[in-house]
């Protein structure tokens, strides 16, 4: 398989004709038919002693799936008696695993790789399908990613490959305050990448708050996305990082959720609904109510919970 271009995307990733036409409860009917809503960890904090307390929660809500970080994994697989025994107590599968990695230091590559290969290992055989990839932090202050694309990208499709060996998909996460977060540094990974290994998993609200035009990414890489975490973002220090639970912020969520059920018949991963935990400010809601309202608005659009 050959790398897609950007003139490719734009040509299969097309929204015109009969399916933007679609009335919204038809589609979301679709959606719900297509996509079992999961959701990350992260609203209940990121360590290992916040995931029973997320999925509690998120069996009492009836979240399809569920996302962790991989040292999340390897500590309780280590030492807390085994992962696959807390996630089978609560009933909530493992599809992800948010993973990082340094792409700029080429020092780090063999380091790097033998972790996410690591990380892949447990993931698999834990029941899970996909790495979602980050970049580690940069000091962004300065940064320019062109003094680092060669690095940025052998490191990236080296990462991509040694996951895919392991069988499982690996996708590109941008992520703010990493070496890739604006919409130039997405789209030169995305359009420079080997994509026989390297698919996508954008964050509509990591894209928004780092300047990105989020929908535009979305369309023009549809065909590369194969894992999706669905944000939403009002802005300011509230508790979250400037996230909301869904429905309450600037994010055109049901635009954003008819292009996927439109364009996507299938993903390896999920959509997964995400709230990023601050820990210095208490937000308006707890983690279980935030929880409940992306749910009970998701529901309101015909998507399906467990239970």
Not at 28 to 50: P, S
Not at 78 to 92: A, D, L, T
Request: charged fraction near 30%; charge should be negative; glycine fraction near 10%.
């Amino acid at each position: 398989m050959k790398n897609l271009t950007r003139k490719d995307f734009l040509r299969i990733a097309g929204f015109g004709g009969a399916a933007s036409l679609m009335a919204p409860s038809l589609a979301f009917r679709r959606a719900a038919e297509k996509f079992g809503i999961g959701a990350t960890f992260i609203l209940w904090g990121y360590g290992a002693d916040n995931l029973e307390p997320a999925l509690e929660d998120m069996s009492k809500l009836g979240f399809h799936a569920f996302e962790t970080f991989g040292q999340v994994i390897e500590e309780w697989e280590k030492n807390r008696g085994g992962f696959s025994k807390v996630v089978e107590k609560h009933g909530v599968p493992i599809v992800s695993a948010y993973c990082w990695a340094d792409v700029v230091d080429p020092s780090k590559r063999k380091e790097e790789t033998e972790k996410l290969t690591r990380w892949a290992k447990l993931l698999k055989q834990s029941g899970g399908k996909l790495i979602e990839f980050g970049c580690a932090n940069v000091d962004r202050d300065g940064y320019d990613y062109r003094e680092h694309k060669n690095n940025i990208l052998e490191s990236m499709n080296t990462f991509a490959k040694a996951v895919t060996d392991q069988g499982l998909v690996f996708a590109l996460h941008p992520h703010t305050g990493t070496a890739i977060e604006s919409q130039e540094e997405v789209y030169f990974a995305m359009e420079n990448a080997d994509t026989r290994y390297v698919k996508f998993g954008p964050d509509s609200g990591q894209l928004q708050k780092g300047g990105a035009d989020y929908l535009k990414i979305f369309s023009d890489f549809m065909p590369l996305i194969e894992h999706v975490h669905l944000k939403d973002y009002e802005g300011g220090d509230n508790g979250w990082l400037g996230y909301c639970p869904l429905g309450r912020g600037k994010q055109e969520v049901e635009k954003l959720l008819n292009m996927l059920v439109d364009n996507k018949d299938e993903m390896a991963g999920k959509i997964m609904y995400e709230q990023d935990y601050d820990g210095r400010i208490e937000g308006r809601f707890t983690n279980y109510e935030s929880a409940k309202i992306s749910r009970d608005y998701l529901s309101k659009l015909g998507y399906e919970f467990k239970g």
